[in-house]
């Protein structure tokens, strides 16, 4: 059973429309990451949530964590063809330590 | 800042032989490095956490005598993948870290290492 699951697995989109991310779980997070990965390279970090109820912002994309911490959303906006990528999700359960558990994973092209 | 390397970047090794993976953070002090294994399209599965001068703590299901972990310095943990056969063929990525405030601790990728047993 994955500990936290991804939706939608796959996306492809037009270029200048908006999309989200899901990322959910049954666990509680300590802490949770988002991550781009590009083929051939390892993970890129773009955020880090640590409250329940976080929203963070970075520039297009913007991060909810849940308020009971057991889910995230990543959105969006006007999407760009360097947007494209694999999107990871991470936490760390509470009591886990320091181990990171990823998500399914969301495929995103975005087309011209 | 944080940057972390990995050595060699693509192996190709015939069936039965040992293949050695290195990986080093450059520029700071990781405590502790994580292994992962991606398959094509797939998301990161740990494999097993290494501490400096401590054994390996493998996930479930991560045979320990076949995946050899040793993280001897602060800057360098090594991954063997011993007799290696054709389904060990994966992205292998890790990641180093080091215990600040716990909220905030973060691990920093490598860029991965592409193996491929024939």
């Known amino acids: 059973t994955q500990l936290l699951e991804q939706s939608p697995q796959f996306l492809s989109i037009q270029e200048g429309e908006n999309l989200t991310v899901y990322c959910n779980s049954s666990?509680?997070?300590?802490?949770l990451q988002w991550y781009r990965q590009e083929p051939g390279e390892g993970p890129v970090l773009l955020v880090t949530v640590v409250t329940g109820g976080e929203v963070k912002k970075l520039k297009r994309l913007t991060f909810q964590f849940g308020d009971a911490r057991k889910d995230s959303s990543l959105h969006i906006t006007a999407a760009q063809p360097g947007d494209t990528g694999l999107y990871l999700c991470?936490?760390?359960?509470?009591?886990?330590?320091?181990?990171?558990?990823f998500g399914t994973g969301t495929q995103l092209k975005v087309e011209l | 800042g944080a940057v972390v390397s990995q050595h060699p970047s693509w192996v190709i090794c015939k069936s039965g032989t040992s293949v050695k993976i290195e990986c080093r953070s450059l520029?700071?002090?990781?405590?502790?490095m994580f292994w992962y294994r991606q398959f094509p399209k797939q998301s990161l599965m740990l494999m097993a956490t290494s501490n400096e001068g401590s054994k390996a703590t493998y996930e479930q299901g991560v045979e320990k005598d076949k995946f050899l972990i040793n993280h001897a310095s602060l800057t360098l943990s090594t991954l063997t993948v011993t007799s290696a056969h054709p389904e060990d063929s994966s992205f292998y990525i890790c990641s180093a870290g080091n215990q600040g405030l716990a909220l905030s601790y973060e691990q920093y990728f490598g860029p991965g290492t592409r193996l491929t047993v024939t």
């Open positions: 991470a936490g760390r359960v509470t009591g886990g330590g320091n181990k990171l558990t």
């Open positions: 666990s509680v997070f300590s802490s």
């Open positions: 520029d700071f002090q990781a405590t502790t």
